[in-house]
């Protein structure tokens, strides 16, 4: 009786002991089976696809299971590669919002090479991320990045759940707006886009100016540089010939041709 109740509760035990969790080893390996099966990136949904699609995530986990050092079941590795696809789409947000604050200038955010492996995996064109304009930040929420977003990945990742819906088909809705009407949000864009276009002109065109004025400025500086380091050059000619007892003739021609 004992005995069965210490292996019930091992069982027990052994059902609520958790997974260690992926580290950067793990993701590099995954994303690399990934890329070798690009059927799991079709976004097709039917019968036919699907299973190809599950054939396909059971011998990614397969080959995992061969190679890592711990088991891991085919629901974890779809579960992770959910979140890396999240994560990499709060990273390209940023990654492009810090472009366009900087002017054109390099990203400050600080470069990801799993994150970058997946958006080379959905195609860099960001195969269902935002695009977001380089040069654009939109006011609207669409393009609104939390502050606390994390884009470090921690080996500690928690996994969270299932985000993909991949294999549901969303019912289609027949939008009954008049046509005039749906067309004018694509009217508000066009001329959110050409202010927007104009702005970034006037950027650029206040950092030239800004740019011009330095190399001036730089200029006029290493003249004056120039002009003192003769002018001691000068200094300690006369205080040499002076204590030499030589004639100053010829270095006040000089001062006189200099000025």
């Known amino acids: ?67 890592a050092g711990e088991r891991r079941e085919v629901e974890s590795l779809k579960k992770i590669w959910a979140k890396l696809k999240s994560d990499a789409k709060t990273y390209r947000a940023k990654e492009r919002i810090s472009v366009s604050q900087t002017r054109g200038g390099p990203s400050e955010v600080k ?4 994150l970058e492996k997946v958006l080379d995996i959905l195609g860099r064109a960001g195969r269902g991320l935002e695009n977001i304009n380089d040069c654009d930040i939109e006011e609207g929420k669409e393009n609104m990045v939390p502050e606390n977003a994390s884009l470090d990945l921690q080996d500690n990742i928690v996994v969270e759940e299932e985000e993909e819906q991949e294999h549901q088909i969303q019912p289609q809705i027949i939008d009954k707006t008049p046509v005039h009407q749906r067309r004018r949000p694509l009217i508000s864009i066009e001329r959110g886009s050409s202010l927007n276009e104009a702005r970034c002109l006037t950027e650029r065109k206040k950092q030239e100016l800004i740019d011009t004025e330095m190399r001036r400025e730089m200029e006029l500086h290493e003249l004056k540089k120039r002009k003192l380091e003769k002018d001691i050059e000068i200094r300690d000619l006369i205080i040499k010939k002076i204590k030499d007892g030589e004639p100053l003739n010829d270095l006040i021609t000089l001062m006189q041709m200099g000025n």
């Open 1 to 67: 009786m004992l005995l069965g109740g210490l292996v019930k509760m091992d069982i027990i035990v052994q059902k609520r002991k958790r997974s260690a969790n992926f580290n950067s080893d793990d993701k590099i390996m995954l994303l690399s089976l990934i890329g070798n099966n690009s059927i799991i990136l079709n976004k097709k949904t039917d019968g036919s696809t699907n299973q190809m699609k599950e054939e396909a995530w059971l011998k990614i986990g397969q080959q995992f299971n061969s190679r």
């Open 111 to 114: 470069a990801d090479p799993i």
